[in-house]
């Protein structure tokens, strides 16, 4: 989970914890891809708006690495919807606008997996 709120972070991590998910949370971009490297995520929850970093850029970092593209990723944000988001055509797996409950997280973040292993 890449969030720079701390609070949105904490909850997200929480709610997968309790769901028996290993979670790994940065509220920054530097880094990113190291880490993506080192932890090996079965799915990526990623805010837009970072402090140091367009979560964009990162995202097309992720699906230009051959290392990395085939992990899929859910892009949040409250300034952008699901039409607007893109930069350069690069599309995330899914997009999800805040705020969102938490019922719709976890439909999504299930989709994803589920999706991911066919």
């Known amino acids: 989970v890449i ?7 904490d909850v997200i991590t929480l709610i997968l914890e309790s ?5 790994s949370g940065l509220n920054q971009g530097s880094n990113f891809l190291n880490h993506v490297l080192e932890f ?3 799915v990526i929850i990623m805010d837009i ?3 140091d970093i367009d979560g964009r850029v990162l995202l097309k970092e992720l699906k230009e690495n051959n ?4 992990i899929p990723v859910l892009m949040i944000s409250a300034r952008y919807n699901a039409t ?3 930069l350069d055509n ?3 797996d899914d997009f999800m606008a ?3 409950n938490i019922d719709e997280l976890m439909d999504k973040i299930y989709a994803l997996l589920k999706k991911a292993l066919i």
Not at 67 to 70: E, G, M, P, V
């Open 84 to 86: 607007n988001y893109m």
């Open 67 to 70: 290392l990395t593209k085939h």
């Open 98 to 100: 805040k705020p969102f």
């Open 3 to 9: 969030e720079d709120n701390h609070a949105i972070l």
């Open 40 to 42: 090996q995520p079965d």
């Open 90 to 92: 690069v599309e995330a």
């Open 19 to 23: 769901e028996a998910f290993n979670v």
């Open 49 to 51: 708006m970072l402090p």
